[in-house]
């Protein structure tokens, strides 16, 4: 079983930028991928990107695209979550996830995901 820890989260101004990180420990990291998902309270979590284990391939919501970058090191068995332009609808509880195998699945990249992190809030307000 691998236990995560996500940080990072807090309040931003819309356009702002934040960046999460995700602390991993228990498992070998570099044998499965990572992913971050979000919630907001009262409605289903979201899947937000994924990332391999070589963190060479990386899958976004579209909603993210061109705004979010995933990456990992896995020298220090991390992977986080930089968000830039930051909007009020990105407020959420943001999650890291732990996938069961290396590499996530391209035809459906939130599926597979089995540990999760406590979850670290953003809010994105003036």
């Known amino acids: 079983q691998v236990q995560l820890v996500e940080s990072g989260g807090g309040l931003v101004q819309p356009g702002g930028s934040l960046r999460l990180s995700c602390a991993a420990s228990?498992?070998?990291?570099?044998?499965?991928?990572m992913g971050w998902f979000r919630q907001v309270l009262g409605e289903d979590r979201e899947f937000v990107a994924a990332?391999?284990?070589?963190?060479?391939?990386?899958y976004y919501a579209d909603f993210v695209k061109g705004r979010f970058t995933i990456s990992r090191d896995n020298a220090k068995s991390t992977v986080a979550l930089e968000m830039n332009n930051l909007k009020p609808e990105d407020a959420a509880v943001y999650y890291c996830?732990?996938?069961?195998?290396?590499?996530?699945?391209?035809?459906?990249?939130?599926?597979?995901?089995?540990?999760w992190g406590q979850g670290t809030q953003v809010t994105v307000s003036s």
């Open positions: 228990g498992r070998t990291f570099d044998m499965y991928a």
């Open positions: 990332i391999d284990w070589t963190g060479r391939n990386t």
């Open positions: 996830a732990a996938h069961s195998r290396p590499y996530y699945t391209a035809a459906n990249p939130s599926s597979g995901f089995g540990s």
